[in-house]
């Protein structure tokens, strides 16, 4: 009956919660660091393409003006004053006067200046313009210099602004993935904090189901958490008060019941007793009635002690046990014709540990169901192997069809009359208790076929939980 | 057992419901018993003053008191053998009666044949026939079996039967160890699944009784998971 919240990550179990924490959390960062760094760049771009703008504006101005100082003197010939004009690398001028063009790099030459800024330039306008060239992204600046009937070009290359951009990126982009894993670390952090008192939960409520009724959660002064401690407390304090009506209910049935039963039971004993004085004609009657009374107490009997065993109340009394001794005993109550009992040595000689009285109810009712469904018991067996011991009970009948082996064991199951007889001596609930008390000593019981009749066997644990 | 026919044994069936009591009676007497009846704790404390019966069974749910404390006061001057037959199986009532003095129970429905074995086993004379020693001694503990006497520094103890039965069980076998198994085979009459709980709430008494200091024993030793020992004098 144990049970969980699910929080141990069972396998394929769908995403739990601390992967959705962790994945909030991871995409938080993400989503903060990505547009944080957009931003950034965004921002970083602009400046600094706008500060490289300005300078190459200045600087094309101050050359512009060198140019036109130097070509008033007459002897002045473009080339050389464009060789003694300071220009960067990466940059580059072109000079058109008189229909000619001068440049100081062939590959940043006349071809990088667009066609519309050579007309708009020579109407006598300045201006800027983002090009793209041979060597990368630049500007080019126009600066008309109508002293000198001359239009002054200067491409001012971006590739090393690129760069230092590419850089700025990497790095953003290098610091928005390391967020992002430290968003998600965090995640996994406070998914386990959050899941935390949840595992408590969980503990408390296996604790709970496996028996310990009194077991409650601490507060831990959290008004977030103390809510769910409280209700969860408050369910179980209802469900124990219910499980002790409950229980009180049971006693109370059976004491109700017992006092008249008892009173029927002894009133058919002396009448069964003193069966030759009666008038022949009415002994089958009162044996009739004696036979049905017995049938009667055991069917409340087991009926108390089936709602007994389910609602736990009785402790489970552990103490050393001789197997072999407990099964020989159970079988001092039969007179069934000749069978085979099988007794594993180890078995005779190593107690285990088990509640013996839940044992022998066992044992007695599987060989009962042997005798009254059955026809009669063909072996019996007890053996120990991998820290389990192992009863068996093979009867005569025709076996269990493969069908009815689980609900077999439920109450009052009748199964189809082909396989099994009933002799009317059951009360319908021997197999119930059996699954019951095999339960509550963490075993289990099945049936399966052997050689055309069914072979019973009860798996206990040696060393119980 | 030898004492049919010639003095009856007489029993004190104190018990409320009087069609119970109708076939208690009639059982018993079937058994051979001599009944008396009575329905309340009251009638059943001034039938045992009038004459002492030589077994009581109590039924636990009384109109008046409980059979707890019928139990109590009987055992206050008498080791008369007191037998609990109660509805209710529950291990605190099995325990409460026990420890009220009741020297073994039987719950409701009983089967008439039940009831009388578990009183012919109590009824047993003490020690009959099995005692080889005419008296032992631990320390200053003496036991005269065939007198049915222990005396403590010369001074009398008062032992019911049964816990008399049980400390001669254990002085006989002084030194080895009786499994709860077997003194519940050997002092109640019980089979193989007899309830322990008779066996460990007896000694509990007995060690009240006997032992200079009941929490610390040092005459009947506990054996964790066989049983008890005596300790050889």
Not at chain 1, 445 to 453: C, F, H, M, Y
Not at chain 2, 23 to 36: F, K
Not at chain 2, 156 to 180: D, I, M
């Amino acid at each position: 009956m144990r049970w969980s919240l699910g929080l141990r990550g069972r396998p394929g179990a769908g995403r739990g919660l601390r992967f959705r924490v962790m994945l909030s959390f991871a995409l938080g960062g993400l989503l903060l660091s990505s547009g944080l760094a957009a931003v950034t760049y965004g921002l970083a771009d602009r400046y600094l393409v706008s500060q490289r703008e300005r300078n190459a504006q200045r600087q094309a101005f101050l050359n512009a003006r060198a140019l036109r100082d130097a070509l008033r003197s007459p002897n002045a010939s473009v080339s050389e004053t464009l060789a003694a004009l300071e220009v960067p690398t990466g940059s580059s001028v072109v000079v058109q006067r008189d229909g000619k063009w001068y440049g100081t790099s062939v590959a940043l030459g006349r071809t990088s200046v667009p066609r519309v800024m050579q007309k708009v330039v020579s109407a006598g306008t300045g201006g800027h313009q983002r090009v793209q060239t041979s060597t990368g992204p630049a500007i080019v600046v126009g600066v008309p210099v109508p002293s000198i009937q001359a239009d002054y070009f200067e491409i001012v290359g971006l590739s090393e602004l690129e760069n230092t951009l590419n850089v700025i990126r990497d790095s953003l982009l290098g610091a928005a993935a390391l967020t992002t894993f430290a968003a998600a670390l965090l995640g996994v952090w406070a998914g386990r904090r959050v899941v935390a008192p949840l595992r408590d939960v969980s503990a408390a409520a296996s604790d709970i189901a496996a028996g310990e009724i009194d077991r409650r959660l601490e507060t831990r002064n959290d008004p977030d958490l103390d809510p769910l401690v409280e209700s969860f407390n408050h369910m179980v304090g209802a469900l124990q008060v219910r499980m002790e009506r409950d229980a009180q209910f049971a006693s109370d049935v059976s004491h109700e019941l017992r006092s008249p039963l008892t009173t029927m039971l002894t009133s058919a004993d002396l009448l069964t007793a003193r069966a030759d004085e009666l008038p022949p004609r009415l002994r089958e009657p009162v044996a009739l009635l004696s036979e049905e009374v017995h049938r009667f107490e055991r069917l409340v009997s087991e009926l108390l002690e089936l709602s007994r065993a389910e609602a736990a109340v009785e402790p489970i009394e552990l103490e050393p046990v001789n197997l072999g001794e407990l099964l020989l005993h159970s079988l001092t109550l039969t007179n069934d014709q000749e069978f085979v009992v099988e007794i594993d040595p180890d078995v005779a000689t190593t107690p285990v540990l088990t509640d013996k009285r839940r044992v022998n109810r066992i044992l007695s009712n599987l060989l009962e169901n042997a005798r009254s469904h059955g026809r009669g018991i063909r072996a019996v067996t007890v053996s120990r192997a991998d820290g389990y011991a192992r009863f068996t009970v093979e009867d005569c009948g025709d076996g269990v069809p493969v069908e009815e082996r689980q609900q077999i064991f439920e109450r009052f199951f009748r199964g189809a009359a082909a396989g099994r007889r009933d002799d009317g001596s059951g009360t319908g609930l021997g197999l119930a208790l059996v699954a019951e008390h095999a339960r509550l000593l963490h075993g289990r019981v099945w049936v399966e076929d052997a050689d055309g009749g069914a072979r019973f066997v009860l798996e206990l644990p040696e060393t119980p939980a | 057992m030898g004492d049919h026919g010639v003095v009856k044994q007489s029993v004190l069936v104190v018990e409320d419901d009087a069609r119970i009591r109708a076939v208690m009676r009639m059982s018993l007497e079937e058994e051979g018993y001599e009944v008396r009846e009575a329905e309340s704790g009251e009638a059943a404390l001034r039938s045992f003053e009038a004459r002492l019966p030589d077994i009581v069974l109590v039924d636990l749910m009384l109109p008046d008191m409980s059979g707890f404390e019928v139990c109590r006061s009987l055992r206050q001057n008498s080791g008369v053998p007191i037998v609990v037959v109660s509805a209710r199986a529950d291990t605190h009532d099995v325990v409460a009666g026990l420890e009220a003095g009741a020297d073994d129970y039987v719950t409701k429905p009983f089967v008439a044949k039940e009831l009388a074995a578990r009183m012919r086993a109590l009824l047993r004379r003490v020690g009959a026939g099995d005692v080889r020693e005419s008296e032992y001694r631990f320390g200053d503990l003496e036991i005269e079996p065939d007198a049915g006497v222990v005396r403590r520094d010369g001074t009398e103890v008062a032992l019911t039967k049964t816990e008399f039965r049980l400390l001669c069980e254990l002085a006989r076998h002084a030194g080895s160890v009786l499994s709860r198994e077997q003194l519940l085979d050997r002092v109640w009459g019980y089979d193989y699944l007899g309830d322990g709980r008779l066996v460990d709430a007896h000694v509990r008494r007995l060690r009240t009784k006997i032992e200079r200091d009941p929490s610390d024993p040092d005459l009947i030793m506990t054996i964790r998971g066989l049983g008890y020992r005596m300790t050889k004098p």
